[in-house]
């Protein structure tokens, strides 16, 4: 084996590697408490008069979802020295209309947060196709090889479900109570999400590039 195989190996085997549950309780952690904060806004500011100040069951929850947001952002970057792209341009969009939406005690901005995110990454992936660059490849290539087919295949559905879930929330938000959206963006948002990923298997099957062996001398 060649040195610089060695010191590849090495930097791989390195790298610290995060349990796919906790990974999962990383991601959904946030959700969960968003959608216990706005259901139990009235009982958490009786019993902590300081998220009262921040206004109403919505307001608490969104001031919540953002400790909860950065929190899980600071855990995953301890545990790996790296942060994620998605979550991380995610988390910086709940920053800043979350800190609108309480400064202007106004739930518009925190409601708007997902149709943003969702459209920002549907267009980005979209527009890289337009270019030429399947741009998911580039995000899961670590986690499993395709051909370029397959990349392109792939990062256009991607593309074209992030753009479903920006109109998906915007019909929720805006047609029905703010409780019905909390709850769809926990417990709809997600499923939906997993059933499509689980729905992609069998393009990544079929588009998959067998890894060389490793461990043999070049």
């Known amino acids: 084996m ?3 195989r060695i010191i590849e190996t090495l930097e791989e085997t390195g790298k610290p590697k995060v349990s796919p549950v906790l ?3 990383l991601e959904l952690g946030p959700l969960v408490v968003f959608f216990f904060a706005n259901s139990r806004g009235e009982w958490l500011a ?3 008069p300081a998220l009262a100040e921040l206004g109403g069951p919505i ?3 969104t001031g919540m979802f953002m400790a909860a947001t950065a929190t899980a952002l ?3 970057w301890v545990l790996t020295r790296t942060l994620p792209m998605m979550p991380l341009v995610s988390g910086i969009v709940v920053f800043v209309f979350g800190a609108l939406t309480l400064y202007l005690q106004n739930d518009t901005f925190i409601k708007m947060k997902p149709t943003i995110v969702n459209t920002l990454f549907g267009v980005i992936l979209l527009g890289g196709l337009a270019f030429g660059k ?5 995000v899961f290539n670590a986690a499993f090889k395709l051909t370029e087919e397959g990349w392109q295949k792939l990062t256009l559905r991607w593309g074209l479900f992030f753009l479903v879930l920006a109109v998906l929330n915007e019909v929720v938000w805006r047609h029905f109570s703010t409780d019905f959206w909390v709850a769809f963006k926990v417990w709809g948002t997600m499923p939906i999400t997993i059933l499509f ?5 069998p393009l990544i099957m079929k588009y998959s590039v067998e890894q060389p062996e490793e461990g043999k001398a070049p």
């Open 2 to 4: 060649s040195n610089d």
């Open 46 to 48: 009786g019993h902590f």
């Open 74 to 76: 600071a855990v995953s």
């Open 23 to 25: 990974k999962l309780v």
């Open 59 to 61: 307001f608490i929850a």
């Open 197 to 201: 990923t689980l729905a992609q298997m």
């Open 134 to 138: 399947p741009l998911l490849g580039y």
